[in-house]
């Protein structure tokens, strides 16, 4: 870590710490954890006050003569219980699709695999699995729903709309709550239901069930989304 060279050549050095465990892990000289969201280390946009305040803690950090030094920072930043966007929203490539809901799911599910991998690795253990398919498999169920289709499976399509679903929302939000920011359950539901591809697609499979062919998946829709984003 370069904290480490500059320190060794009598150079100090401090830092913002976004995710925790992997300062905890990294051990730099000195370090100031903010309870933010990704891609926020100074707190909301525009609030020149308080960034002003988490750039004075972390320069604070300069007394500390002997380290490794993690120092959490006590003030939350205001509005950091909103997901706005997608954490870590940066794309190094340009998406080579037309913009679809099936495409656009399959690049917000890569987006968030790291945090779902995080999330299982902190807790060992997840929610996620009770259609027995892949999160893939599962986003391509829910877009072929919403697209009116009828995908391949030995079970009734209803009974495999509702667990697709679940399995959906359950990917989601594990991979949402290993996020920095100690996001209420209720931000994160709103957050999916309101900002997501995959709320988006749930809602669409939903409106899709009415006139769809198939009886089963008409009578368990309404199982797939909450009565008040319906």
């Not at 995908?151 to 509702?162: N, T, V, Y």
Request: negative net charge; glycine residues 6%; hydrophobic residues 40%.
């Amino acid at each position: 870590m370069l904290s480490h060279l500059f320190e060794s050549a009598g150079l100090p050095t401090t830092q913002i710490s976004l995710i925790r465990p992997h300062t905890e892990h990294i051990r730099p000289p000195r370090a100031l954890w903010v309870p933010f969201i990704l891609g926020r280390p100074l707190g909301q946009p525009g609030d020149a006050a308080f960034q002003t305040r988490v750039l004075r803690a972390t320069l604070d950090l300069f007394a500390e003569t002997e380290g490794p030094v993690l120092v959490d920072h006590a003030e939350e930043a205001s509005g950091s219980l909103e997901m706005d966007g997608m954490s870590c929203p940066i794309s190094w490539t340009q998406p080579t699709h037309d913009g679809s809901l099936r495409e656009r799911l399959t690049d917000e599910i890569d987006t968030l695999r790291s945090w779902y991998d995080l999330a299982v690795e902190r807790s060992n253990r997840t929610a996620f699995g009770t259609a027995g398919r892949s999160i893939d498999d599962v986003a391509a169920i829910i877009s072929t729903l919403a697209e009116r289709g009828a995908p391949d499976s030995d079970r009734p399509l209803g009974e495999l709309a509702r667990l697709a679903a679940e399995d959906l929302k359950t990917w989601i939000t594990e991979a949402a709550a290993a996020q920095p920011g100690d996001l209420s359950a209720f931000a994160i539901k709103a957050w999916f239901w309101d900002q997501t591809v995959a709320g988006e697609a749930l809602i669409a499979a939903h409106r899709a069930a009415s006139d769809h062919p198939d009886a089963s998946f008409r009578s368990m829709a309404g199982t797939m989304i909450p009565a008040e984003f319906r």
